[in-house]
């Protein structure tokens, strides 16, 4: 298996492992999956960005102090550029969907997350005007 292999799967593996302590409420589990030495920003669904490690872990304590959510994940895949993993998939939070990406670095010998955002899905609702010159709004 080539480097470049190797580095997708362990990115992968640790992607799985956000979503492990996401569906087990592990405030430990979610503390390590983070970066300690990197900014980091978390968008919640419906959410402001949180941004830095001690808010963003702050948010996912207030998360868990409720139930853990029931979450999943499929559909995953990795694209590596210059030591950075960037990881989609999409989220089952149970009847809604969302579409999610996961940025991570390498860093301390491990793949640690330094982004997380997650949105729901569904048609466009944004309408914007058509360009100056071309009145169709088609683009081509």
């Known amino acids: 298996m080539s480097r470049e292999s190797q580095d997708a799967v362990t990115a992968l593996r640790a992607n799985a492992a956000l979503y492990e302590a996401i569906a087990s409420g592990n405030m430990q589990a979610m503390d390590a999956v983070w970066a300690r030495d990197e900014p980091v920003l978390c968008i919640h669904p419906g959410g402001p960005p949180v941004q830095g490690r001690v808010a963003?872990?702050?948010?996912?304590?207030?998360?868990?102090?409720?139930?853990?959510?029931?979450?999943?994940?499929?559909?995953?895949?990795?694209?590596?550029?210059?030591g950075v993993a960037f990881v989609n998939c999409l989220e089952h939070l149970g009847e809604t969907t969302l579409a999610a990406s996961n940025v991570l670095v390498w860093e301390r010998g491990q793949w640690r997350l330094v982004l997380?955002?997650?949105?729901?899905?569904?048609p466009a609702k944004i309408k914007t005007a058509p360009p100056p010159g071309n009145p169709t709004g088609r683009l081509h």
Do not use: C, K, N
Request: no cysteine; net charge negative; glycine share 8%.
């Open 56 to 82: 963003v872990m702050a948010s996912w304590s207030e998360i868990f102090d409720g139930a853990a959510p029931p979450i999943s994940y499929s559909q995953d895949s990795v694209s590596l550029v210059r």
């Open 116 to 122: 997380h955002t997650a949105g729901v899905m569904g």
